[in-house]
């Protein structure tokens, strides 16, 4: 199958989804990362890699942490970033994503990060732009969200570096979560053996085993002895119609206390996409707590996009 | 051709280094080679002395031709850059391209007092205005041929030369 994601050599030219690409391309995004990470330590926090290239995000979806990343990373790879929220902009006045995406490239774009409602958008882009421009998806509905993925790997990485070892539990609404579907892809592709998830049937897709997971849907079978426990946000803004009883059912049963962490090895690490529903799907004594990595997972974000742009950018076909 | 010995050159840089050295005199190796004859070098010059490496991926000029390199190791500066001395130290000294980047990382660091460049070959062929203060050894080589430093297991170095005169 052709691979919209990968050049005729087999390298990374779009990051459109996780799945389907190779072992060797998430590793040496997460290598590099280790190498971003540095920099962003340093006094001048910023690399001349994209001296002169010009980032777009284009966020047709709301999202001030991803936008916000995304603009530090190509900051500090020395690119000039605009950055759009279509939805407050001309869209509104009934431009279409292409009509936008070609006034922006004849400002000479020399990428693309979009974010969207719609699954596929950014494939649907990557498909229009000539072969000298690079798309990046930062959320496609219930798609696909690479970065967020490939980010959480990196931190898993960090904290428990024998990936081949591990018991990781993504628990929540995995049915409307594109970071569910692009952890997994990224977890097993890595060589996890054994994922987890957690969620009531309402909220699971009916076909999850397929993406090579245990299904639990019992928080103390499932968090038992795990290394990993991955929390999703309860989507409130994409659940129309009455999937669950309450938000406070939910915390009840499906929330991460203190109490149900214990269930997990003494030295699991807590995780979170955010933004958090604190006192929904998680306490704050355990966001707080000293097992909590959710901060440092928005650190390396911007070390895993800056590996990701300077990837792309690096294979650029020749004009 | 008749390589000179690696090992021999190494200690010939630390004798020459030696004189240099001063309280803010810090060792900095470029990845893979200069790094290797850094961190031997370190032993042979004083434990105390501060040891780091940088990986140049980042400031390279011909990221735009050829992209990033795969494997990509993570710079460590593990001191001040502000003021310092620094012993840059490199394997091959050739178009003078690789030192430039350096010098610009390091830069990203602080401001140096003063940057030493240290190299065990000088093969000519400098793109650059760029010159090395102490060498082990000047060998003129045919642009085709290629010069690196090689580590065996036992941690020894050999001089390599592959590629056609």
Redesign the interface.
């Known amino acids: 199958m052709n691979n919209p994601q990968l050049d005729k050599n087999g390298q990374l030219k779009h990051l459109l989804s996780i799945e389907g690409l190779p072992r060797a391309i998430l590793t040496q995004i997460l290598d590099t990362a280790e190498s971003f990470a540095g920099v962003s330590e340093r006094e001048v926090k910023k690399v001349p890699l994209l001296r002169g290239k010009t980032v777009c995000n284009i966020f047709f979806e709301n999202s001030t942490r991803t936008r916000t990343t995304f603009e530090l990373a190509a900051k500090r790879l020395s690119a000039d970033v605009v950055s759009l929220n279509v939805g407050t902009s001309s869209q509104s006045k009934g431009e279409t994503i292409l009509d936008t995406v070609d006034n922006l490239i004849a400002m000479h774009a020399d990428m693309f990060v979009v974010r969207h409602a719609q699954s596929g958008a950014a494939h649907f882009i990557a498909r229009h732009v000539g072969p000298h421009i690079h798309v990046i998806n930062a959320g496609d509905g219930r798609h696909s969200h690479p970065t967020q993925g490939l980010l959480d790997v990196f931190t898993i990485r960090r904290y428990k570096p024998e990936m081949h070892n591990l018991r990781v539990a993504i628990v929540g609404d995995v049915l409307h979560s594109r970071v569910a579907r692009s952890e997994i892809h990224a977890l097993t592709t890595l060589g996890v053996p054994e994922v987890r998830v957690i969620a009531p049937k309402t909220l699971l897709p009916t076909d999850v085993e397929k993406l090579g997971v245990q299904v639990y849907h019992d928080m103390h079978a499932g968090l038992k002895d795990v290394d990993v426990v991955m929390m999703l946000r309860l989507q409130n803004e994409r659940m129309s119609g009455a999937l669950l009883p309450s938000a406070q059912e939910y915390f009840k049963c499906y929330g991460l206390t203190q109490e149900k962490l214990a269930l997990a090895k003494p030295d699991a690490i807590v995780m979170h996409p955010g933004p958090m529903n604190r006192g929904v799907e998680i306490d704050s004594s355990v966001a707080d707590g000293n097992q909590s990595v959710i901060l440092p997972q928005v650190t390396y974000g911007i070390a895993v996009r800056m590996a990701v742009m300077s990837i792309l950018a690096g294979n650029t076909e020749a004009a | 051709m008749h390589l000179p010995d690696a090992e021999q050159l190494l200690a010939k840089l630390a004798e020459a280094i030696r004189p240099l050295l001063t309280g803010s005199t810090a060792l900095v190796g470029i990845h893979s080679g200069g790094a290797w004859l850094a961190e031997r070098l370190q032993p042979l010059l004083g434990e105390d002395i501060p040891l780091g490496t940088l990986?140049i991926?980042?400031?390279r000029d011909d990221?735009?031709?050829?992209?990033?390199h795969?494997?990509?190791?993570?710079?460590?500066i593990p001191f001040d850059v502000e003021g310092s001395h620094i012993i840059l130290v490199d394997d091959v000294l050739y178009t003078g391209r690789t030192a430039r980047a350096a010098m610009?990382?390091l830069?990203?660091?602080?401001r140096p007092a003063k940057i030493t460049l240290v190299a065990l070959v000088d093969r000519g062929g400098r793109e650059m205005p760029i010159h090395a203060e102490i060498v082990g050894t000047t060998i003129a080589l045919d642009p085709k041929q290629n010069l690196e430093l090689a580590r065996d297991a036992a941690g020894k170095f050999q001089l390599k030369l592959t590629g056609a005169a």
């Open positions: 990986d991926s980042f400031y990221f735009s031709r050829i992209g990033l795969p494997q990509i190791k993570p710079s460590d610009n990382e830069f990203d660091y602080g």
